[in-house]
């Protein structure tokens, strides 16, 4: 059982920067892949960034790529969205999950095995 806690969200202007954290409680953590999804009010979520159980292969979105950096902490057993260059568009909630394999999580909600509650970010314009 993996718990996961989402924290750094919040309130910033257009073009300014946030970093998200996830915590995870589970001796388990190191061998899920995970990944960051978001989901903006009338719409469903979506894919943002992905990261393999080593670090050593990441995945993004096209609308963040360049803007935004996924990466993790085994020995915390954390793993962070640096988000720059925010734009209004990211306005949403951004949650935290974990998956068996870098594939499930880049291409399928339904394989995901875990979900954080989710953090808000609001990007002003």
């Known amino acids: 059982q993996v718990q996961l806690v989402e924290s750094g969200g919040g309130l910033v202007q257009a073009g300014g920067s946030l970093r998200l954290s996830c915590a995870a409680s589970?001796?388990?953590?190191?061998?899920?892949?995970m990944g960051w999804f978001r989901q903006a009010p009338g719409k469903e979520r979506e894919f943002v960034a992905a990261?393999?159980?080593?670090?050593?292969?990441?995945y993004y979105a096209d609308s963040v790529k360049g803007r935004f950096t996924i990466s993790r902490d085994n020995a915390k057993n954390t793993v962070y969205l640096q988000m720059n260059s925010l734009k209004p568009e990211d306005t949403a909630v951004y949650y935290c999950?974990?998956?068996?394999?870098?594939?499930?999580?880049?291409?399928?909600?339904?394989?995901?095995?875990?979900w954080g509650q989710g953090t808000q970010v609001t990007v002003s314009s």
């Open positions: 999950a974990a998956a068996d394999t870098i594939v499930v999580v880049t291409t399928t909600l339904k394989g995901i095995d875990y």
């Open positions: 589970g001796r388990t953590f190191s061998s899920y892949a």
């Open positions: 990261i393999s159980w080593s670090g050593g292969s990441t």
